[in-house]
């Protein structure tokens, strides 16, 4: 089968017009934006030592933090500020996607831009300054009409380098709402469908070369002062932003936005949640691959309107309790934990995914490992991986200490290649998840937990504050409470973690309707 007659390139290209336009007009805005804030920083710096190693330095401190850190810290940072404005001046915004977006990428852009006007603009031979004063210009007048034109070939270096950042970072804006061709990445990666990755991973390189191409041929033409070039390269870049707006002019808004984590399960959920909606004649769109803290505080707002979440998840990370609970006991307790933020727990979906020590079959039988307790007289020796938060969430912590557990290594993976890992003993030990078929595919073992270090994950069904009187959806996503066990869960998983076109989390999620519906 040739790639163009693949079912997932054809599911790739229906989102492209709206990743691509969401990516384009993000990074157009952070890139104005950074254009708009570094400039007039470099002229007024440029001749003032202090101020400019000072805003240089910034800039650089800036540039060494990760792009999808400072993403993310943008998000909490606006939360904070919108709590502000609405308590002392009656006003809101949303801190979700868009906004958070701009700014992280408008930061990232602005050291190229100040370092490139300042080195340019210094770089100019003074006499030919002291020339143009010398003929009657104005300090004004020899910027514009022989500094700037000479140090442009530098100036534009900056910016289009600037742009060219811009726009492979907005891939990692996914995370913090805002759609993008990260979209395609951060899907393709948890679901291990490669086409989507290399769609986007080509989709994103193209766009920037066409940006660097649109901005080469402008400083052409300011260099030459062709006002024909200058102005047919701003009409391209202007003609790509108005063609990006046209799927969101043409179509009306999806009435219900859907969140989903960063793992397979929560994507098969989602398509699951869209496909029941859809189905009762309400229209749905995914807000996927979110972190943790992330989609609860958008569902809190109002950002999302309903997601999956896990009982243990909630109850240690978000709320911050320790104690032990029985199931039934911690559900209750955590229902009033989600009153308080006015949030509806609307059920449970059948079936719990918890976080468990795994690994192979038969080299627990040797060993004779088959608990934790056991697993912790010989950790010394072993290594263990997890997933990127593991080891930082209290979960992690309760079970080291109440075991005493402690690895010779520690290591992090996406959780799909954990499992691959641990089979092949590239690590000793996983830390897995309990609905995951990769543990049937591999012949793992969960290791049991007598101790009970670790609560309980139930799968439920949350809903937000604005939609806790909305029937219509509450009534299309009550069939699916209590109807989704575990062994068909896992199932799930592991049809979705396939390479076919049947693998999407969209025709995984018709498969799952299909048993759930008997």
Known sequence: MSLLSDPRFAEALSHLADYLGSHLRVSIAALALGLAVSFPLALLARNRPTLRNLLLGIASVVQTVPGLALLALFYPLLLALAALTLRWFGLSFSAFGFLPAVLALALYSMLPVLRNTITGLNGVDPGLIEAAKGVGMTERQALLMVELPLALPVIMAGIRTAAVWVIGTATLSTPIGQTSL?????????????????????????????????????????????????????????????????????????????????????????ALISERLQAAGLSATSRAGLGSSVIYEALKNGDIDTYVDYSGTLWANQFHHREQMPRAALLAALQQDLARDKITLLGELGFENAYALVMPRQKATALGIRTVEDLARRSRDMSIAGDYEFFSRPEWAALRDAYGLAFRTQRQMQPDFMYAAVASGEVDVIAGYTSDGLIAKYDLVVLDDPKHAIPPYDAILLVSPKRAEDHSLQDALRPLLGRIDIATMQQANLRASGSDADSSPQAVARWLWSRIAK
Do not use: H
């Open 182 to 270: 990260g979209n395609y990445i951060f899907a393709g990666l948890q679901t291990q469908n490669w086409v989507l990755v290399m769609f986007g991973c080509v989709a994103a390189a193209v766009l920037a070369l066409a940006v660097d191409q649109l901005l080469a041929f402008i400083e052409l033409g300011l260099r030459t002062r062709s006002r024909a070039r200058v102005g047919s390269g701003t009409a391209a870049i202007a003609l790509m932003v108005g063609a990006s707006l046209l799927p969101s002019l043409g179509s009306s808004p999806a009435r219900y936005a859907i969140g989903a984590k960063t793992f397979t399960e929560q994507y098969v959920l989602s």
